[in-house]
């Protein structure tokens, strides 16, 4: 079993900045990404941004671009999201999500708990 712990969230007002944290510890054999995803209330949940786990390759949804950083520290296993210039769009519930292979082999398929993030004056 994997478990998923993002911290971080809190009420910001538009402009301003948070970091999230998600560590994952557990039964992980390898990984080989991990992904931050959001969910407003009322809407699916979205992809936000993705690293793969050497670091060198970021990509990140249109609306976040220039403004959120995702950065990992392996050996932690943990993925951060440095988020600047929030907006009351990027209110959202976001989650971690990581890729990879558990120790019996089985590919990872595990959800955090979730942190809330509110943007508003």
């Known amino acids: 079993q994997v478990q998923l712990v993002e911290s971080g969230g809190g009420l910001v007002q538009p402009g301003g900045s948070l970091r999230l944290s998600c560590a994952a510890s557990?039964?992980?054999?390898?990984?080989?990404?991990m992904v931050w995803y959001r969910q407003a209330p009322g809407k699916e949940r979205e992809f936000v941004a993705i690293?793969?786990?050497?670091?060198?390759?970021?990509y990140y949804v249109d609306s976040v671009k220039g403004r959120f950083t995702i950065s990992r520290d392996s050996a932690k296993n943990t993925v951060y999201l440095q988020m600047n210039s929030l907006k009351p769009d990027d209110t959202a519930v976001y989650y971690c999500?990581?890729?990879?292979?558990?120790?019996?082999?089985?590919?990872?398929?595990?959800w955090g708990q979730g942190t809330q993030v509110s943007v508003s004056s």
């Open positions: 999500k990581v890729v990879g292979y558990s120790r019996s082999g089985s590919p990872l398929n595990d």
């Open positions: 557990g039964s992980i054999s390898s990984i080989s990404s």
């Open positions: 690293i793969n786990w050497t670091g060198d390759t970021t």
